[in-house]
């Protein structure tokens, strides 16, 4: 009997064997979400040098450089200045000075120079330069000295 059982076990496998695979098949979907972001890379800082009447102190004087940012987006952004708060002006300095922070953009995005908020609404890759320029009313100037101020460029 034991015989008789493997003797039928390996017809039945041999039978089996004999029979082609059924073919199966299963789609994998997958899913994905890109939110709207924005990354910013200083490239460059800028510097300002002062004016022959000693009233501007700015990026945009002969001699200055504007800083460079690289900026990538997806889109669905906007990108601003903020006004600047951080400065640090020689001590022998000590009338107002009023800053005035721009940027333009050359590259996915076309930005004339401005200090106004603007919609990057395709994704893409610019070149943003940012300009700074300080200056004194009235009578006053510019003192002799170092002067640093920080722009914070934003994309959000």
């Not at 490239?43 to 002062?50: K, P, Q």
């Not at 330069?129 to 101020?149: D, I, P």
């Amino acid at each position: 009997m034991t015989f008789f059982r493997a003797a039928f076990g390996a017809t039945l496998l041999v039978a089996c064997l004999d029979q082609a695979a059924m073919a199966t098949q299963q789609n994998v979907i997958f899913n994905g979400t890109v939110t709207a972001t924005c990354t910013l890379v200083v490239a460059t800082n800028g510097t300002m040098t002062v004016s022959p009447d000693l009233q501007s102190l700015s990026s945009h004087n002969s001699g200055g450089s504007a800083g460079t940012v690289t900026l990538t987006t997806t889109g669905g952004v906007s990108l601003s200045v903020d006004p600047v708060t951080l400065t640090t002006v020689p001590a022998a300095d000590s009338t107002a000075i009023t800053w005035t922070p721009t940027y333009s953009a050359s590259g996915a995005h076309t930005i004339a120079e401005t200090g106004s908020s603007t919609a990057l609404t395709v994704p893409g890759a610019d070149l943003v330069s940012v300009h700074l320029a300080g200056t004194k009313g009235g009578s006053n100037r510019f003192a002799n000295g170092n002067y640093q101020a920080t722009v914070t460029l934003r994309c959000e």
